[in-house]
């Protein structure tokens, strides 16, 4: 069993004397910098002169300057910036680390796939809240946290993993529990349940269940709540108490259909052709490519999703439920 590791093991005062510069004011970047900033410990949020995020950070009390100059008073300096541009923002922040500095980050990509190349005298983590943004300064300003995981990549100082522990600590993920992983295993599991499973998988199997019924001649809402609408019951039901509280509160009919025929329409060869992708670099090389050329693939994807009838729908019919509760906003846009 992976050790879990809370509260009690974490020794807040390795912060103390430390300034935390925090990159980004996005979903993550807010949070954090909010959640250490309500901790005690010293943050500075480094954001580009006309960056709109400015404005939020300092309404919420925070102090803002340039990437670079955030870098240069900070300790430990976190890159909470898209992951696409990291690797540049990186390029103009790498002078200000100092030996015995701390390059953290909140996901792999940059340093499993080698954009961002540290030197050798500084430490480099990870302490990556298994919530989004909004979650983590929500339920720590309630007094509780999201779970989270830590690494470290590189231990310059000796005190690498301490100093991860103390940070997870400090944006109340050990109020929650935290578990250690290394940058391979979370790059890869992150990207590989993403598009197998969470934001790929899911969308694809609800897509073609509705084309499913709609081709078969069945009404076009009657399939948007079947194959969509009734998902969040379903994972409602997974997320509090696993498969066997969800095949106990459905019927015993669907329980046995799904039991029975579920398995047919997951091909796991294709599954594990998406892991060879992700752990041989082949998928990080093609989306690396693909900003480099300004994104025409994603956006030709991202425009035949948008106009799929589904949408369509789906904007109808939730017209009808709209006081049900809203997602996470849209974090703002420079
Ligand atoms: P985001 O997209 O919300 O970040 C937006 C912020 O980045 C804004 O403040 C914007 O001003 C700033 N920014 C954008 N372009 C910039 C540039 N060129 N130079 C400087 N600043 C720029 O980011 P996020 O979703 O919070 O992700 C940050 C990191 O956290 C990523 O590594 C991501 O993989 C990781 N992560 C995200 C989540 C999540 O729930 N969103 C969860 C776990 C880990
Ligand atoms: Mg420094
Ligand atoms: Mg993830
Ligand atoms: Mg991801
Ligand atoms: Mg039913």
Known sequence: MTEIYTDSDTERAQLSNKTVAVLGYGSQGHAHAQNLDDSGIDVVVGLRPGSRSREHAQDDGLRVATPSEAAAEADIVVMLIPDTVQPSVYETIASELDPGDTLQFAHGFNIHYGQIE??????????????????????????????????????????????????????????????????????????????????????????????????????????????????????????????????????????????????????REAMEAILDGVQSGEFAREWIAENQASRPAYRQHRRAEQNHEIEEVGDRLRELFAWSEQAEPAPADD
């Open 118 to 267: 540290p030197p050798e005298d500084v430490d480099v983590t990870m302490v990556a809240p298994k919530g989004p943004g909004h979650l983590v300064r929500r339920t720590y300003e309630r007094g509780e946290g999201t779970p989270g995981l830590f690494a470290v990549y590189q231990d310059a100082t000796g005190e690498a993993s301490s100093e991860a522990l103390a940070y997870a600590g400090a944006i109340g993920c050990t109020r929650a529990g935290v578990i250690e992983t290394t940058f391979r295993e979370e790059t890869e599991t992150d990207l590989f349940g993403e598009q197998a499973v969470l934001c790929g998988g899911v969308t694809d199997l609800i897509k073609a269940g509705y084309e499913t019924l709609v081709d078969a001649g069945y009404s076009s809402e009657m399939a948007y709540f079947e194959c969509l609408n009734e998902l969040k019951l379903i994972v409602d039901l997974l997320y509090e108490g696993g498969h066997t509280e969800m095949w106990n509160s459905v019927s015993d009919t669907a329980e046995y259909g799904g039991l029975t025929r579920g398995e047919d329409v997951v091909d």
